[in-house]
Nanobody, 127 residues
Framework: VQLVESGGGLVQAGGSLRLSCAASGRTFSSSAVGWFRQAPGKEREFVAAISWSGGSTYYADSVKGRFTISRDNTKNTVYLQMNSLTPEDTAVYYC?????????????????????WGQGTQVTVSS
């Protein structure tokens, strides 16, 4: 599976962006997908994840209510709609795919279940 993120850019605080993660490979539709981000000088952190079917979604507390993850398996694409952005959301955003060990939030928040990673897309939110 190869993953390519797009949709990043510069936006003012309060604005919105939609990130896309386009995948190639037959196993994508059976893979869960996660979004992680890494800000300068900080460790990579979990943002959101979606099960292979799209029936279950998971969010970090910091983005809950502002970000929405979705997927279209007919297009092999996962989206991250980001609203009400703040400067604290500035980071490189990565999508990744894999098979978590369970369906609980705790199995998604760590990155050990991920087999494939994209190259990342920069999101910068100005104040």
């Amino acid at each position: 599976v190869q993953l390519v993120e797009s949709g990043g850019g510069l936006v003012q605080a309060g604005g919105s962006l939609r990130l896309s993660c386009a995948a190639s490979g037959r196993t994508f539709s059976s893979s869960a997908v996660g979004w992680f981000r890494q800000a300068p000088g900080k460790e990579r952190e979990f943002v959101a994840a979606i099960s292979w079917s799209g029936g279950s979604t998971y969010y970090a507390d910091s983005v809950k209510g502002r970000f929405t993850i979705s997927r279209d398996n007919t297009k092999n694409t996962v989206y991250l709609q980001m609203n009400s952005l703040t400067p604290e959301d500035t980071a490189v955003y990565y999508c990744a795919a894999g098979h978590p060990a369970c369906s609980e939030y705790g199995c998604y928040v760590l990155d050990r279940w991920l087999d494939y990673w994209g190259q990342g897309t920069q999101v910068t939110v100005s104040s």
